[in-house]
């Protein structure tokens, strides 16, 4: 038996936190996900200023779960996270 990986390239990811253009007074950032049926994870990255003109990149990791914390030093950031399985990945969804 072969087994297929369902295509979630035109799928949606929704971003629940943080929102755009969020100040934070803490350094600890909590990003969750809505859960996307078919996704065997998520590739979350950061860059400063923005992905358009990168000074730092500052994570580029996938996650397993819906929910996942990292810190940064004070700044401006860009985030963004798309599913992804073996096979397929959707668009990114990006928070400034």
């Known amino acids: ?3 297929f990986e369902k295509d979630i390239s035109d799928r949606k990811l929704i971003l629940f936190t943080p929102s755009n253009n969020q100040v934070f007074d803490v350094y600890s950032i909590l990003v969750t996900l809505e859960e996307l ?3 065997d994870g998520y590739e979350l990255q ?4 923005d992905f ?3 000074e730092e990149f500052v994570l580029d990791t996938t996650i397993r779960n819906t929910t996942f914390r990292f810190t940064v030093e004070p700044g401006t950031y860009q985030l963004r996270v798309r599913a992804v399985n073996s096979a397929y990945e ?5 928070v400034s």
């Open 37 to 39: 049926e078919d996704a």
């Open 90 to 94: 959707t668009a990114y969804t990006t």
């Open 1 to 3: 038996d072969e087994v």
């Open 52 to 54: 358009g003109t990168i």
């Open 46 to 49: 950061v860059a400063s200023p």
